[in-house]
């Protein structure tokens, strides 16, 4: 149990163009998603978190306008890049919590901006 | 001060030995406290959850937490060359009201040698 997919698993964009990258849960209803970055060799970065049917929390110093997330249902949320730059070039994780408190990641997405 | 600290390693163990980690962590009222396993290049994996003061096992694994002194640890018996990951702490800090958010330190790279 406690599946969550993650696609494309790997994309290449060229600059200004946007990105779309899908998280689901596969066998459980996630209440909450959450979306993070990683750059080589560096921690986990929390970019936001999102609950189904509402607005995604933004942390401090992402762009909304940038990184789009829309949560439409119990098992699926969407982070768009749009305008992408190659320093936005990185790896893209979410998480889906079954109960209020565990975290499963989906595999990730690497993006790279050309 | 960060919020959820970790030794960045590496730490070295011969196979078959006992390999321990250490967390500390800043906020006294945190009630969640997390172990995930990274990969080179993959996303991190859930390995345990421990909410309560003292040990949780689970199978080759153990997790102690001792709320009054704020620190978390994971004991990794009979390490396999497979153990060789990043070892990722995190804790919930905050809770329902921080939108039960994790706080990843920064990761302890363990190397198991044959």
């Known amino acids: 149990g406690a599946v969550v997919s993650q696609h494309p698993s790997r994309v290449i964009c060229k600059s200004g163009t946007s990105v779309k990258i899908e998280c689901r849960s596969l066998?459980?209803?996630?209440?909450?998603m959450f979306w993070y970055r990683q750059f080589p060799k560096q921690s986990l970065m929390l970019m936001a978190t999102s609950n189904e049917g509402s607005k995604a929390t933004y942390e401090q110093g992402v762009e909304k306008d940038k990184f789009l997330i829309n949560h439409a249902s119990l098992t699926l949320s969407t982070l768009t890049v749009t305008s992408a730059h190659p320093e936005d070039s990185s790896f893209y994780i979410c998480?889906?919590?079954?109960?209020?408190?565990?975290?499963?990641f989906g595999p990730g997405t690497r993006l790279t901006v050309t | 001060q960060k919020e959820v600290e970790q030794n960045s390693g590496p730490l070295s163990v011969p196979e078959g030995a006992i390999a321990s980690l250490n967390c500390t962590y800043s906020d006294r009222g945190s009630q969640s406290f997390f172990w995930y396993r990274q990969y080179s290049g993959k996303s991190p994996e859930l390995i345990m959850s421990?909410?309560?003061?003292g040990d949780k096992e689970d199978g080759r694994f153990t997790a102690q937490l001792n709320k009054a002194s704020q620190y978390v640890s994971l004991l990794i018996r009979d390490s396999q060359p497979s153990d060789s990951a990043t070892y990722l702490c995190?804790?919930?800090?905050?809770?329902?009201?921080?939108?039960?958010?994790?706080?990843f330190g920064g990761g302890t790279r363990v190397l198991v040698k044959p």
């Open positions: 998480s889906a919590s079954r109960w209020a408190y565990e975290q499963y």
């Open positions: 066998d459980f209803q996630a209440t909450t």
């Open positions: 995190a804790v919930n800090i905050g809770g329902k009201a921080a939108g039960n958010k994790l706080t």
């Open positions: 421990i909410y309560s003061n």
